[in-house]
Structure formats: C-alpha cells, structure tokens
C-alpha cells in the first residue's frame, strides 16, 4: 500500500530561481498539509488543502504558493529562491475532517539553494 | 500565537531505565497534542495523542493542562526508542489536525 509519495526527493536550485514539489497523498485522503523543516528545527507549517480549497496558511512570505488537483494531489510552488530556503519540504495527508487526527506523512523533498 | 517547547535536544538513557521527554506549550483555547515520532531512514509517525489516552510501545503522556505540558514517559527503554520525538499541537478537531505545531524535537538514545 502506498504512502503519501513525493517528488522529487533532491533537488539543487540557485537563488531567485523557482521550484515546484509534488505529492499524492495516500488514496482515498481528501487533505494535504504542507511543512518546512530547517536542519535542526521542527516541522513549520506552510499550508493546508481541503478539497482543492486552502484551509489554512503558515507563516510564510507570498513567494510560497500552493495548489490540490482534483485527484486530491498537491503541488507547492517557491519564486525567487533565497538561501533560507534550503529545507525539507514534507507533505502530510488526512483522510477527512475530523477523524483520529493522524497525519501521514511523506518522505520529503530536500531543497538546496545556492 | 500557539508555542511547543521540548526543552531537550539531546536525551540518553541505558536499557531499563525510565525515560522522560518534556513537552510544554502555550495555546490560547483547548488545544490537542501529539507525539510524532521518527524512527532512523523511516519517515515521521504518530505515536501517540492525548485524546486517545492510550499506551502505544510502553509510552504514555498525560496532558497537564495546569502546567501546559504533556510529557512523555516510558518505565523501561528499549534500544529500539532510541529516535527523533516531536511533540505537536493543534486546535480541536476539523481542519486544524493538518495546522499542526511542532517542538524543536528530542533525539532519544537508548544504550545497551
């Protein structure tokens, strides 16, 4: 049974360049969160999608963007890269609202900015 | 603005002994809390929430709501807890189980 899947898994860009990170989450799930992890630090909350509608938004600058397909998938998008940008990006997914709250996570997309 | 403070980055403890992760928050409201957990080259996991008041691989956590804390506890370490522990917080219920807050994590060492 697959997970939530993410691509791609390494990525190397150079500042002010964009990038694109994709997920599915587990089939069936109707929600996507997306979460930054800097070395060293928790997970930060970005974004997260119900239904192709976003739910809710981190702290974050409007250079971070997001989208659901209507298969449920999830694209996050980053303009004009900076440095501080190198992290783990992880996708999580719910099945529904409510329910136990587990989040189900993928293995990430590790970004390194130049 | 919601807050998780795990207190200790780096926690080592022997086979047998008893084992304490920290975990205070700051949430204006009733807020849910986890334990997620990663295990070495697995991706991160629930291993527990309060609400369920279970006991998952030997570990508990009570929310104490009078010292905003819910540590984690396990009588007797196994090498095989030795991971990365996140403790996370959300608001009740809906949506709000994907807007989790996370601490810094713990990384757990359980030696032989």
């Known amino acids: 049974d697959a997970g939530v899947t993410q691509s791609p898994t390494h990525l190397i860009k150079t500042r002010g360049q964009q990038v694109t990170l994709r997920c599915s989450p587990i089939s069936g799930h109707k929600s996507v969160s997306w979460y930054q992890q800097v070395l060293g630090q928790g997970p930060q909350f970005i974004f997260q999608y119900y239904e192709k509608e976003e739910r809710g938004r981190g702290n974050f600058p409007d250079r971070f963007s997001a989208r659901q397909f209507p298969n449920y998938s999830s694209e996050l998008n980053v303009n004009a890269l900076l440095l501080g940008d190198s992290a783990l990006y992880l996708c999580a997914s719910l099945p529904d609202l409510g329910g136990t709250g587990e989040l189900f996570f993928g293995e990430g997309s590790r970004l390194t900015v130049l | ?112």
């Not at chain 2, 980055?9 to 008893?18: D, E």
């Not at chain 2, 527990?48 to 905003?68: M, P, Q, V, Y």
């Not at chain 2, 990365?84 to 809906?94: D, E, Q, T």
């Open chain 2, 1 to 112: 603005a919601q807050r998780v403070t795990q207190p200790e980055k780096l926690l080592s403890v022997f086979k047998g002994a008893p084992v304490e992760l920290k975990c205070n928050y700051s949430y204006s409201g009733s807020p849910e809390l986890f334990w997620y957990v990663q295990y070495s080259r697995q991706r991160l996991q629930l291993l527990l929430r309060h609400i369920s008041r279970e006991s998952i691989k030997g570990f508990t956590a009570d929310l104490n709501k009078g010292e905003t804390s819910f540590h984690l506890k396990k009588p007797f370490a196994q090498e095989e807890d030795s991971a990365m522990y996140y403790c996370a917080l959300s608001g009740a219920g809906g949506t709000s189980y994907g807007k989790l807050t996370f601490g810094q994590g713990t990384i757990l060492t359980v030696h032989p």
